[in-house]
């Protein structure tokens, strides 16, 4: 079945990095743009950025642009969160996304939700 599969969450201190991953399966992973949205507790699920089926386009939001950045690996049908100088704002339970029709520029104000989600994994930054 398809699946999305995101790991390397964990607890960071305030001005330090984590990479996110997530292993997709189940699909054509080159024929999906994919994204990342997070949720703080208590808050609605937010856009976080999307990425081009090549990968050579990025889209975040304006609060991590400058220190998230998207890639993906078509070959290992993996996406990648880099998150660096972290902030304990940006606590949340991460969840990658993928949807085979919305354009990556689009996902910010999709409309609707991605096609298929991930189970999330936790990001915790202290201060």
């Known amino acids: 079945q398809v699946q999305l599969v995101e790991s390397g969450g964990g607890l960071v201190q305030a001005g330090g990095s984590l990479r996110l991953s997530c292993a997709a399966s189940?699909?054509?992973?080159?024929?999906?743009?994919m994204g990342w949205f997070r949720q703080a507790p208590g808050k609605e699920r937010l856009f976080v950025g999307a990425?081009?089926?090549?990968?050579?386009?990025?889209y975040v939001e304006d609060s991590v642009n400058g220190r998230f950045t998207i890639s993906r690996d078509n070959a290992k049908n993996t996406v990648y969160l880099q998150m660096n100088n972290l902030k304990p704002e940006d606590t949340a339970v991460y969840y990658c996304?993928?949807?085979?029709?919305?354009?990556?520029?689009?996902?910010?104000?999709?409309?609707?939700?991605?096609?298929?989600w991930g189970q999330g994994t936790l990001v915790t930054v202290s201060s």
């Open positions: 996304a993928a949807d085979s029709t919305m354009r990556a520029d689009r996902w910010k104000t999709m409309g609707r939700n991605p096609e298929v």
């Open positions: 990425i081009t089926l090549s990968g050579f386009s990025t």
């Open positions: 189940g699909l054509t992973f080159s024929s999906y743009r």
